[in-house]
């Protein structure tokens, strides 16, 4: 069965990077993309980008351009998200999913707290 | 981009009673294969969202016939046909049409019992 497992939570200090790990499993990796969402504390859901599992184009969020990475690790079916210049409103829950494409997010992780404080 | 607009944003529900939700986009989500690409999703307390609807009404496996959605172009509705305790939760539209450039949800739609 699909799976998308998310590595643990982050304390980090305003300016500090992040990077939350999505390991899949179940599937052809390459097949797919990984979507990134993100939940503020009892906030909705909002789409921060997008990676393809297959060559590895990405499409970022406007308003997180220049400060977002995403990768991936075909070898180990893992896809990365690196958040830097951290500040207190990127306090959330980071969630991966699979993005079927035309089909939307399909599965998803189970989510990785992050929280920004001094 | 895309803007996704859901309402009501809170819905106190009967068990047993329906409950539908309504999500418009500021742009026809028709895409040029003629396809429209709306999901819906289910957030439980405490979880992770769930696909529950893609393409407008196709239910995902093991969501119950209790749920359906519909709608064309630019208005959407997802209905329950009768609200059991394990609906409670924030549902959330999403288009898939107009990405790139981005992905859109809507606000989302908490449901709660009487």
């Known amino acids: 069965q699909v799976q998308l497992v998310q590595s643990g939570a982050e304390v980090k200090k305003p300016g500090a990077s992040v990077k939350v790990s999505c390991k899949a499993s179940g599937y052809t990796f390459t097949s797919y993309g990984i979507s990134w969402v993100r939940q503020a504390p009892g906030q909705g859901l909002e789409w921060m980008g997008w990676i393809s599992a297959y060559n590895g184009n990405t499409n970022y969020a406007q308003k997180l351009q220049g400060r977002v990475t995403m990768t991936t690790d075909t070898s180990t079916s893992t896809a990365y998200m690196e958040l830097r210049s951290l500040r207190s409103d990127d306090t959330a829950v980071y969630y991966c999913a699979r993005d079927a494409h035309s089909s939307g997010l399909d599965y998803w992780g189970q989510g990785t707290l992050v929280t920004v404080s001094s | 981009d895309v803007v996704m607009t859901q309402s009501p944003l809170s819905l106190p529900v009967t068990l047993g009673q329906p409950a539908s939700i309504s999500c418009r986009s500021s742009?026809?989500?028709?895409?040029?294969?003629?396809?429209?690409?709306l999901n819906w999703f289910q957030q439980r307390p405490g979880q992770s969202p769930r696909r529950l609807i893609y393409k407008v009404s196709n239910r995902d496996s093991g969501v119950p016939d209790r749920f359906s959605g519909s709608g064309s172009g630019t208005d959407f509705t997802l209905k329950i046909s009768r609200v059991e305790a394990e609906d409670v939760g924030v549902y959330y539209c999403?288009?898939?049409?107009?990405?790139?450039?981005?992905?859109?949800f809507g606000q989302g739609t908490k449901v709660e019992i009487k």
């Open positions: 742009q026809s989500l028709v895409y040029s294969d003629g396809n429209t690409y």
């Open positions: 999403m288009q898939g049409t107009h990405w790139p450039p981005a992905r859109t």
